[in-house]
């Protein structure tokens, strides 16, 4: 699991700034010896560790400076433990809700593509809002594996590329927490663009680490973690859909609903007091329902003209 080591310094992912625009934001705490295949999975129990990262005073996205290469990313993502099918059908059902608006909006309801798609949940719930064709991309192994047999058809193993698909083929292309993993989200988004039907539409979701809850925690937020090569805030997630030409740009705050013990495992605190409250938590009545809490992720969408 031991990256590449990166020499080079990169512009800003969004904007293109160079190092006179970037100032420091996070220092470099990776710690290699804790890097595993849990390291890279989704939804694991938060590690604390992250790259060197800067910030750009022309965007105001976070970013690492000195990433890692593609191919080791990608090396990283295929191996990657999966244990969280259960809440990737609660955050499925978070995304379908917040989605509702743009949809009233969108133009056509034939073909849609999610990047990253895990198991395929959100793709269930396009299924249910009428789309026709479903694809998924998912570069983990295990999360296809752990798909509903119904599911794993639709969802293609691998790291997106545009070239895997016709241009303007799409009405909708999601892309849910990802954004942050990949190097170059400039790109991936552009090529969205390109691969979107007229008047169709792109949705994001990122964290939003200008949020209260992310400000409150600092270097303790969840959002800190080894896998984000960027972070952004509602203005720079909206911003990296404007700088690509996308128009009716929005984005909205949105709830997500866990299990208590799913939110417990985010929370910091020593591990003795955080698996002895788990234990207590698993089976019980109060762990059968669902808490809605705004921890600060964002939706953005942008759509391509007609």
Request: proline share 6%; hydrophobic share 40%; aromatic share 10%.
């Amino acid at each position: 699991m031991k990256h590449d080591p990166v020499t080079s310094v990169r512009a800003c992912p969004l904007c293109g700034a160079g190092a006179d625009q970037a100032e420091p934001f996070l220092s470099d705490t990776r710690d290699e010896s804790r890097v595993s295949a849990s390291s890279f999975a989704s939804r694991k129990v938060p590690e604390y560790m992250s790259h060197a990262m800067v910030r750009c005073r022309s965007c105001d996205l976070a970013y690492v400076d000195r990433p890692p290469s593609v191919a080791s990313l990608a090396v990283s993502y295929h191996a990657a433990d999966y244990d969280s099918a259960e809440e990737a059908e609660d955050a499925a059902e978070a995304y379908a809700g917040a989605l509702g608006p743009v949809l009233g909006q969108l133009k056509g309801r034939g073909a849609a593509l999610e990047i990253g798609t895990g198991t395929g949940a959100f793709l269930e719930r396009l299924k249910g809002f009428g789309f026709a064709d479903l694809i998924g991309v998912e570069p983990s192994s295990a999360a296809i594996a752990a798909a509903p047999a119904h599911r794993q058809p639709w969802i293609r193993e691998g790291i997106f590329e545009e070239a895997d698909f016709a241009p303007e083929s799409f009405d909708l292309i999601c892309c849910f927490m990802t954004l942050e993993h990949v190097q170059d989200p400039g790109a991936l988004v552009a090529s969205a663009y390109r691969l979107l039907r007229p008047g169709g539409v792109f949705v994001g979701v990122t964290h939003d680490r200008r949020a209260w809850l992310n400000r409150l925690l600092g270097r303790r937020s969840p959002i800190v973690d080894i896998e984000h090569m960027q972070l952004f805030s509602a203005t720079s997630a909206k911003r990296l859909l404007q700088h690509n030409g996308y128009t009716a740009v929005g984005g909205a705050s949105f709830r997500n609903s866990y299990r208590p013990s799913y939110w417990l495992r985010l929370v910091p605190m020593p591990d003795g007091i955080k698996q002895t409250l788990t234990r207590l938590l698993h089976g019980s009545w109060l762990d059968r329902h669902r808490l809605p809490v705004n921890v600060g992720n964002f939706m953005s969408w942008g759509f391509k003209p007609l």
